[in-house]
C-alpha cells in the first residue's frame, strides 16, 4: 500500500467533529463558531452517515462557506445538503494524487 504526504498551507486548520469539541459543548454554537472562522469546509462522505453534516453544510452556506463535498467508494451516503454541489469522487480506481489536486484546487491553493 503506498504511503502518501501531503502538504497543506501552515494556516491550515483541520477540525474533525466530535474529536475536537470539548465534552459539553453545544454542537449548534460550536458548528456556527467554527464556520465563522474558515474560508472553506471540505466534507467527506462515507458509507457511515452522520446527522451533523446537513446542520454543518446549512451553517457554512449561510455564512458564504465554499463547501466542497468529497465522496469516499462508490457505496457512501450522500447527505441531501450536498446533492446539488458539484463533488470530488474517490473510489477504488481514483488516483489519490488526483483527487488531492481535485480538493487544493477547489481550496485555492
Not at 60 to 65: I, K
Amino acid at each position: 500500500m503506498p504511503t502518501w504526504t501531503l502538504w497543506w498551507p501552515s494556516n491550515t486548520t483541520f477540525i474533525r467533529s466530535e474529536y475536537d469539541l470539548e465534552p459539553g459543548a453545544p454542537w449548534d454554537i460550536e458548528i456556527e463558531r467554527t464556520m465563522r472562522s474558515t474560508d472553506a469546509v471540505v466534507v467527506l462522505s462515507s458509507d457511515i452517515p452522520s446527522k451533523w453534516v446537513d446542520r454543518e453544510v446549512s451553517a457554512a452556506t449561510q455564512l458564504g462557506v465554499t463547501v466542497i463535498p468529497v465522496v469516499i467508494g462508490q457505496d457512501a451516503f450522500v447527505p441531501s445538503s450536498l446533492e446539488s454541489l458539484q463533488q470530488i469522487q474517490i473510489d477504488s480506481g481514483a488516483s489519490m494524487v488526483d483527487a488531492t489536486y481535485s480538493i487544493l484546487r477547489a481550496l485555492g491553493e
